[in-house]
């Protein structure tokens, strides 16, 4: 088993080396022009080229890469374009906050969606179970940035329950509980998509548990209903509950960036926007590689939980 | 004697979307105590749903909608789960036939042991252990406390089912359901677990309600038996009596549908058909009923003698019987078809890139084999000993580790079209085995025209008709697909297939192992006409010893990928067999002898 683990860590070197090839060269490959965004109209070709030198435009793509690959570990990601500070301090901010957002988000999705989806499998069939398959199936289809104005609407301006937006009450201590206040509407936006997949693999995965022979052998020994659900099917059902919700954690982070804007959160997604709108390249390929990174620990995580949930691998 | 257990006119229906399925109608049962009574059946006689219904674990949809089941006096039809939890486990007990995927994967053993001696026992965690280990002991496992600690997926199926017997004892029922508690057992553990099981129950006076389809079983454990049809029982009666004198035609059908060890010798040898006494009770032709492609009304109208069997030119059978082409192809005098010199396989497992090592398992090792023109040669063995792997390589189908496989001279693995098109596969499960999405007639009409057998697709159509016709089924089914078939008709369209190219030799890889004792027979006499009809040379894998010696001409028996004795059939019970032979003879449940002392 640690064998395994360490094998996969392992493995995440060459990964990470070809994430950041692709996230060097494709946004190098746009047809945007940094220094023409940046600078003025009034410089002469000459002032132009100096720029052009000074950030080391001029050199080769590989050797772009290279530079840019040398500040991403000394350098803190090098310079931004637009704002002059180091990328470091403009990006890794902002990316905690969407990180705390994510496993918000995260957290309502698992949460919600075991509950709708365990709910919906033990009444399989009956009216209950058309309801909320219903309900998945419409609110799998809303989208998040309209889903997002109607919970403000409802929760903010309507019933004045929750903040509108924002990450802390500027008047306010800034404490805890004010940041889980102003998590809860964003969180729960963010979550409606990723929350419907688990809860619809949750409920596929109860049914085909409950119907399953060693089930029956539980039933004819005369374990109570509640005996079985709890323990036998909810342990059964952990492997398709943690390999969804590693799956969906993708649509987590970009409906977490659509969301940051609605919401007005601090996040990435803002950072990233701005640097887009600016052609700010240095900001764009740390924001990018940092959301694989996400992107790249999380489903380790997800393959060594199930490794361990799985007893025929865990004792392999 | 009072019934420990009484069913009475019990009726289930299982409603589908505009019908209703009767698959029980108006079953009569009584198990008194300790007795065991075995409940016989084709598959979807309605005799596991009946067993099923007992204790209400009637799959989906399915209903109970008349009748009564009283245990010990009290009736269990229209309980409340709540309440039926009350006599299960503690008064009737269950087994059930997978063992596989009736054992919980993500719960050790201890643990589903330890839950259930406290369900039952109100017993404390540390006692509901010792429990389970006294009671891994009961059943025969000699190292308890690794099993205790080992979860499902690490036993065998054999050590799996005395788990289940443990689960279902340690409660202490007054009845025991076991529904085909052998079935996907192999047959040198068949008998093991049924003995356990009978040793256990007949200690504490349990009574047993055995489901089964095979007769063996039947006669070696119960002392009682009920047959069953279509959802109804046709015959009951003390296990010696219907099977030594059946009543009912049906019953007397399905038990001369089991070749019987030895049964060769008594048909001379030449002559093999089963159902031979058909002839003489009223006209039951089982195949012509659940299987009922055959445009002819009787599918074998005169089985002892052969005049009369086939129609269709070509066939050798004109002449007088006693020269059959039986007769003329004496296995000894046939050249070799098939030779496999010193054929080994490996199977990697682990190794860069999965985080285990690296693995070999030889499946196969060193064998040596050749199949002479003309005969039917049967390979044998548990399952694991490498016979399916065997038969794969003998036709190029898997790449082999070294040695040399011939096909007619040939090397296998450079065969071309014309010599490829010359040996076919039949495999154990037709269901799997055909395409479901395209019709049966493009599934035997592609290969002929791949291989060059049919030159435009019109010949095609031709020789797919008269091969469906040659294996009992009408021209008229091409246009049908695999679903609209039963069982026994898909596995003749597989051999329809097969036979359609004109091959010299068919790799039968168990070829009736998934199919009901009746369909069995019409399959294998159908196998034995076609043999004689088109001239054929078989390679038989098979786990059934009886199949085995009644069907081939020559055995050969593997173990652990070994090949470890050829013999001809006549001489199975000769004194010098291996003894994983012998393992495998001593495993056959004779119908004819009733060995139980119980009753």
Same mark, same amino acid.
């Given at each position: 088993?640690? $064998? ?52 080391? %435009?001029?050199? *080769? ?12 570990? *000394?350098? @803190?990601?090098?310079?931004? /374009?637009?704002? $002059?500070?180091?990328? !470091? ?9 969407? %990180? ?16 709708? @989806? ?11 179970? $058309?309801?909320?398959?219903? =309900? ?21 301006? $309507? ?12 008047? @306010? ?6 940041? /889980? ?14 929350? /419907? ?14 119907? !399953? ?15 079985? %659900? ?13 390999? *969804?919700?590693? %799956? ?5 982070? *970009?409906?977490?960036? =659509? ?58 | ?151 499902? +997926? ?17 409660? &202490? ?42 007769? &063996? ?62 002839? +003489? ?206 069982? &026994? ?71 652990? &990928? ?38």
């Amino acid at each position: 088993m640690t $064998r395994q683990i360490l094998w996969r860590l392992v493995n995440l070197v060459p990964l990470l080396f070809v994430i950041s090839l692709l996230v060097f060269f494709i946004s190098q490959a746009g047809p945007a022009d940094p220094i023409k965004d940046v600078l003025s109209q009034k410089m002469s070709a000459e002032q132009i080229e100096q720029i052009r030198q000074a950030y080391g %435009l001029d050199q *080769t793509a590989w050797s772009q890469y290279l530079h840019w690959l040398r500040d991403m570990f *000394t350098n @803190g990601g090098g310079i931004s /374009l637009s704002v $002059r500070s180091p990328v !470091s301090g403009i990006v890794y901010p902002a990316f905690l906050n969407t %990180l705390i957002l994510g496993a918000a988000t995260t957290v309502v999705t698992v949460v919600l969606g075991v509950l709708i @989806g365990f709910a919906a499998g033990i009444r399989h069939g009956r009216p209950a179970d $058309r309801a909320a398959m219903l =309900f998945v199936q419409i609110g799998s289809n809303l989208p998040i940035y309209w889903f997002g104005l109607i919970i403000i609407w409802l929760t903010a301006v $309507r019933w004045n329950w929750l903040p509108a937006g924002g990450m802390h009450d500027l008047r @306010g201590d800034g404490g805890f509980g004010d940041l /889980l206040l102003h998590l809860i509407a964003p969180a729960f936006a963010a979550s409606l998509v990723s929350m /419907l997949i688990v809860a619809r693999f949750v409920r596929a995965a109860v049914i085909e548990s409950a119907q !399953s022979d060693y089930i029956r052998t539980y039933r004819s020994q005369g374990f109570g209903r509640a005996a079985i %659900l709890g323990k036998h099917i909810g342990r059964n059902i952990l492997p398709p509950i943690v390999n *969804t919700t590693g %799956l969906t954690v993708g649509s987590v982070i *970009t409906g977490v960036v =659509f969301v940051e804007t609605i919401f007005s959160w601090p996040g990435l997604g803002s950072v990233l926007l701005n640097a887009i709108a600016g052609s700010d390249y240095p900001v764009i390929q740390s924001g990018i590689l940092l959301v694989a990174v996400v992107f790249v620990v999380v489903n380790l995580i997800t393959d060594v939980l199930l490794d361990l949930l799985n007893p025929r691998l865990r004792h392999a | 004697m009072t019934a420990v257990l009484t069913v009475d006119g019990l009726h289930v229906d299982f409603p589908l979307p505009g019908d209703v399925v009767h698959a029980v109608r108006g079953v009569d049962l009584e198990v008194r105590p300790g007795e065991v009574l075995a409940l016989v059946g084709e598959s979807g006689s309605g005799k596991s749903v009946t067993a099923a219904s007992i204790l209400g674990l009637l799959p989906g949809t399915a209903r109970i909608t008349a009748g009564s089941i009283r245990f010990e006096g009290n009736e269990l039809v229209g309980l409340p789960e709540k309440r039926l939890n009350v006599f299960r486990g503690a008064g009737i007990g269950m087994i059930f036939q997978d063992p596989v995927t009736s054992l919980d994967p993500s719960f050790t053993i201890g643990s589903q042991l330890g839950d259930t001696a406290r369900l039952h026992l109100r017993v404390s965690r540390d006692e509901a252990r010792e429990v389970g280990r006294t009671w891994l002991d009961r059943v025969g496992i000699t190292d308890p406390e690794r099993v205790l600690r080992s979860y499902p +997926h690490e036993l065998s199926g054999g050590m799996r089912q005395r788990v289940m017997i443990a689960l279902a004892g340690l409660s &202490g029922p007054k009845l025991l359901i076991a529904d085909e508690p052998t079935t996907a057992l192999d047959a040198t553990v068949q008998k093991q677990i049924l003995d356990l099981l009978l040793d256990l129950t007949g200690e504490t006076g349990t009574a047993v309600l055995l489901i089964t389809h095979d007769f &063996g079983v039947v006669s070696h454990t119960s002392s009682r038996v009920a047959v069953m049809r279509e959802g109804a029982i046709v015959e009951v009666g003390e296990t010696a009596q219907v099977l030594g004198a059946p009543e009912h035609p049906y019953t007397r059908t399905l038990i001369d549908s089991v070749p019987e060890i030895g049964q060769r010798h008594s048909a001379g040898g030449q002559e093999r058909r089963l159902l031979s006494a058909a002839a +003489h009770t009223a006209r039951v032709h089982l195949s012509s009923e659940t299987d009922s492609p055959r445009p002819s009304p009787s599918p074998r109208p005169s089985p002892s003698p052969r005049s009369g069997r086939s129609p269709r030119p070509g066939g050798s059978a004109g002449l007088g019987d006693s020269t059959g082409p039986n007769v003329l192809a004496s296995p000894a005098a046939g050249r070799p078809i098939l030779e496999i010199s010193r054929v080994s396989k490996d199977f990697t497992v682990g190794g860069l890139g999965t985080g285990r090592h690296k693995a070999t398992l030889r499946a196969v090792d060193d064998v040596t084999l050749s199949v002479r023109r003309g005969e039917i040669f049967g390979l044998i063995g548990e399952s694991g000993s490498g016979k399916s792997t065997l038969a794969r390589l003998a036709g190029g189908l898997l790449p082999r580790t070294a040695g040399k496989i011939n096909f007619d001279g040939t090397d296998v693995a450079a065969a071309g079209r014309e010599l490829r098109r010359r040996f076919q596969y039949v495999f154990q499960d037709a269901t799997t085995a055909l395409n479901p999405r395209i019709k049966v007639g493009d599934q035997i009409a592609r290969p002929l025209l791949r291989l060059g057998k049919a030159t435009g697709r019109r010949q095609a159509a031709e020789l797919t008709g008269r091969a469906l016709d040659l294996v009992g089924l009408s021209a008229g089914y091409a246009d049908r697909y695999p679903r609209e078939f039963s069982g &026994g008709q898909r596995q003749r369209v597989s051999i329809a297939r097969a036979i359609a190219l004109e091959p010299d030799l068919l790799i039968l890889d168990e070829p009736t192992s998934a199919l009901d004792v009746s369909t069995q027979a019409t399959i294998l006499n159908l196998l034995l006409d076609l043999k004689d009809e088109l001239d054929l040379t078989y390679l038989f894998i098979g786990h059934n010893l009886a199949v085995i010696e009644f069907v081939c001409d020559r055995i050969g028996v593997m173990h652990q &990928g070994s090949l470890i004795e050829t013999f001809s059939a006549d001489e199975l019970f000769a004194a010098d067999r291996q003894p994983a032979t012998r393992a495998l003879l001593d495993a056959v449940l004779p119908i004819g002898a009733p060995t139980t002392t119980k009753g």
